[in-house]
């Protein structure tokens, strides 16, 4: 069966004190950070793009957008849902809503490009002096 606008995938995370919100000058507080969310939203778009691939391709993040909206406290599991909204050419484009039970915790969009591997590898080699 295809992979459509409006199909789904669910990615469950659990934070813990490696998911808090540090920077160089230490905790900033013991919640589960933008960052950490962000990561595990991207994930939740790339089940589509792992479905969808071909073993000589690979999906490439192209945008991200993550609007915070509560917290998530360490031992919590954060399920992350991704709805694919668009599959244009190799770009999937998902939205996404990511809750602790009843709590939202963040909302956003998530894009990915699904390109040949080799093409990936002449673009991201370092280049040779």
Request: proline share 3%; hydrophobic share 40%.
């Amino acid at each position: 069966m295809p992979i459509k606008p409006g199909d789904t995938r669910t990615y469950v995370k659990h934070v813990t004190a490696a998911d808090f919100a540090r920077f160089e000058d230490g905790l900033v507080h013991a919640v589960c950070s933008t960052f950490s969310l962000a990561q595990a939203a991207e994930y939740a778009g790339r089940l589509f793009v792992l479905d969808m691939k071909a073993k000589d391709e690979e999906g490439v993040g192209t945008r991200l957008s993550v609007r915070h909206k509560a917290p998530a406290f360490e031992g919590e599991s954060i399920t992350i849902v991704a709805t694919l909204q668009k599959y244009n050419g190799h770009e999937v484009l998902c939205s996404f809503t990511a809750t602790v039970g009843d709590r939202l915790v963040a909302e956003g969009e998530t894009g990915q490009k699904i390109l040949k591997k080799e093409k990936l590898a002449k673009v991201l080699a370092p280049k040779q002096v």
